[in-house]
């Protein structure tokens, strides 16, 4: 099997040219304020650039989310699980070139990285919901209204 190159690891083990290039692609795609990205920056969460820091070509996170927004969302899912057991949101997946493959590699390696991570997916993102089943996460409790937006998510676990 091919060797896949990456660089994964803490955002403070970036050098701050390339967690603002990271920045810059997370707020380019809409999903964040720059306030609750830089707040969620400054746990270090783990980043991780494909195939490498210069010539990116998609890119992903383990965040480590708020506990009042976990909480929240374990809530909403209906879920019993605790959501204390779970550290890290995957999370802030983007690809910048039009290769199919990208969201599901990026998912795969955030996923083999570390244990107890959960997932949030629109639930209209057939694709992601389809990757994140593939590889290995376990959809939990049931479908809950966004609070950022007029749709719902699925709340998904490893």
């Given at each position: 099997m091919e060797k896949?190159?990456?660089s994964i690891k803490e955002a403070k083990e970036f050098s701050e040219e390339e967690r603002n290039r990271f920045k810059e692609?997370?707020?380019?795609?809409g999903e964040v304020s720059e306030e609750s990205f830089d707040?969620?920056?400054n746990k270090n969460p783990i980043l991780l650039f494909y195939p490498n820091t210069k010539e990116i070509e998609a890119i992903g996170a383990l965040k480590i989310p708020h506990d009042s927004y976990k909480n929240k969302v374990f809530k909403k899912s209906g879920t019993t699980l605790d959501p204390d057991d779970y550290k890290y949101e995957l999370g802030w997946i983007v690809s910048l070139v039009e290769k199919k493959g990208?969201?599901?590699?990026?998912?795969k390696i955030l996923h083999d990285h570390?244990?107890?991570?959960?997932s949030?997916?629109?639930k209209e993102n057939i694709g992601m919901n389809k990757i994140i089943n593939r590889t290995g996460f376990q959809k939990v409790g049931e479908?809950?209204?966004?609070t950022r937006g007029n749709y719902y998510n699925f709340l998904y676990i490893k």
């Open positions: 896949i190159n990456y692609i997370v707020l380019s795609k707040g969620l920056m990208n969201g599901a590699l990026i998912t570390t244990s107890r991570i959960y949030t997916v629109r479908a809950y209204k966004s």
